[in-house]
C-alpha cells in the first residue's frame, strides 16, 4: 500500500501557482502599463533636411503636476503613418526636449545642420547629432532660446 506522507509535497502547488501568477502580473504592469506612461502622445511636425535627414517634433502629454513638453529627434527617414513613426521614435533618444508650445518652435537649415528657434525652458539638449542616410552624417543643431513665451 502507498504512504501518503510521501506523495504529498511540502509547499502546496496552489502557492506556487498563485506566486507566479502574482510575478507575471507584476512584470506585465511595469513593463506594458507604467512603461508606456513615458511614451510621447502625438507627431506634431515632421520637418525634411536637403542631406536627407528628418527632424522630428513629438508632443508628450504630461500627468496632472508636470508640464506638457516636446521632445525633438534628428533620423533618417522613418517609413510610414505617424502612429508607426511614434512608435518608432519611442524607442530612440531625442536631442532635445523643451517646455515650448509647436507655435513657439521654428526650425530651418543650416550649412552643417540644422537651427531650432524655441520659447520657454529646454530641459535637454545635445549639439551634434547622426544619422546613417547616404552613409554616416554629422548635423550641428544650433539653438536660439528665448526664455519667456509671448
Not at 504512504?3 to 510575478?23: E, G, H, M, Q, R
Not at 513629438?58 to 508607426?84: I, K, M, N, Q
Not at 552643417?112 to 551634434?128: D, H, Q
Not at 542616410?133 to 532660446?145: K, N
Request: negative net charge.
Amino acid at each position: 500500500m502507498q504512504n501518503l506522507k510521501d506523495t504529498k509535497s511540502s509547499i502546496p502547488y496552489k502557492l506556487l501557482f498563485w506566486a507566479l501568477l502574482s510575478v507575471l502580473l507584476i512584470y506585465y504592469l511595469l513593463e506594458h502599463v507604467l512603461g508606456g506612461i513615458a511614451d510621447a502622445d502625438d507627431l506634431v511636425l515632421k520637418y525634411p533636411l536637403k542631406r536627407g535627414a528628418w527632424v522630428y517634433v513629438t508632443h508628450y502629454g504630461a500627468p496632472a503636476t508636470d508640464l506638457d513638453t516636446l521632445r525633438f529627434y534628428l533620423s533618417s527617414p522613418v517609413p510610414g503613418s505617424d502612429e508607426e513613426i511614434l512608435k518608432e521614435l519611442n524607442k530612440r533618444n531625442s536631442f532635445m526636449i523643451t517646455d515650448s508650445a509647436i507655435e513657439d518652435v521654428m526650425i530651418g537649415e543650416k550649412d552643417n545642420g540644422v537651427g531650432i528657434t524655441v520659447k520657454g525652458a529646454v530641459y535637454r539638449y545635445f549639439s551634434k547629432q547622426y544619422t546613417q542616410s547616404d552613409g554616416l552624417q554629422s548635423y550641428r543643431v544650433s539653438l536660439y532660446q528665448q526664455d519667456e513665451r509671448g
